[in-house]
């Protein structure tokens, strides 16, 4: 079984609907992170977690929220899908016991998302 | 603010070839670097992570090295096979950061059979 899963894999959905995207691990890392990614633009942080108490805007959150349920579970939510969120989501963790210089992140398949 | 570079963003190569990926970084105190594949429509598949102390890592036919003060990585891959072909990304960790990776663009490589 994957290490980090992440559901629903495609989703299509029409402009101001509210779209939740999952991701779970069992890895048993404490952090956790949302990227998106864009044909020329490369992978952007949208927010990130180290733990369920901890939330944290990364670089684009306008337009996104995230919740922390567990240790293994955070949800990015699209409060109202508009065209220009449709891109590759993926969920990625690392270990926060492992020293920064140590700090590998493990990815996600990833969410293709389209926005109509 | 850390800007990192892929050099080419796109290689095909012939089957068995050695082959070297560049990838640049503008801010040099970094605390790792990592080099990720990715297949299309999948996810990342880290290769190898560099720390800032170090000076290369290998794994298999891949050899990654680091150059700290000259804002550099290569990824070297040994004899090239067509599976090999997939999107490759570097990333880096920077200090005061707090953990994030800053992505490069990706060189995309095609290897021919």
């Known amino acids: 079984d994957a290490d980090v899963t992440q559901t629903p894999r495609n989703r299509i959905t029409k402009t101001g609907k509210r779209i939740m995207l999952e991701c779970s691990q069992t890895?048993?890392?404490?952090?956790m992170y949302w990227y998106r990614q864009d044909p020329g633009l490369g992978l952007r942080l949208i927010y990130y977690?180290?733990?369920?108490?901890?939330?944290n805007k990364g670089e684009i959150s306008d337009g996104y929220s995230v919740s922390r349920q567990a240790q293994a579970k955070f949800s990015l939510s699209l409060e109202s899908a508009i065209p220009n969120q449709t891109a590759l989501y993926f969920c990625?963790?690392?270990?926060?016991?492992?020293?920064?210089?140590?700090?590998?992140?493990?990815f996600g398949p990833g969410t293709r998302l389209t926005v109509l | 603010k850390q800007e990192v570079t892929q050099i080419p963003a796109a290689l095909s190569v012939p089957e068995g070839e050695n082959l070297v990926l560049n990838c640049s970084f503008t801010?040099?105190?970094?605390?790792?670097l990592q080099w990720f594949r990715q297949d299309p429509g999948k996810g990342l598949t880290s290769l190898l992570l560099i720390q800032s102390s170090q000076r290369e890592q290998t794994s298999g036919r891949l050899n990654a090295s680091l150059d700290k003060s000259s804002g550099r990585s290569t990824l070297y891959i040994a004899a090239s096979q067509p599976g090999d072909s997939a999107t490759y990304l570097c990333?880096?960790?920077?200090?005061?950061?707090?953990?994030?990776?800053?992505f490069g663009k990706g060189t995309l490589l095609t290897v021919n059979p």
């Open positions: 990625a963790t690392s270990d926060l016991t492992r020293p920064l210089s140590y700090n590998e992140q493990f």
């Open positions: 990333a880096v960790i920077r200090g005061g950061s707090n953990y994030k990776l800053t």
């Open positions: 890895k048993g890392h404490d952090r």
């Open positions: 801010d040099s105190a970094i605390y790792n």
């Open positions: 977690s180290f733990d369920v108490k901890d939330i």
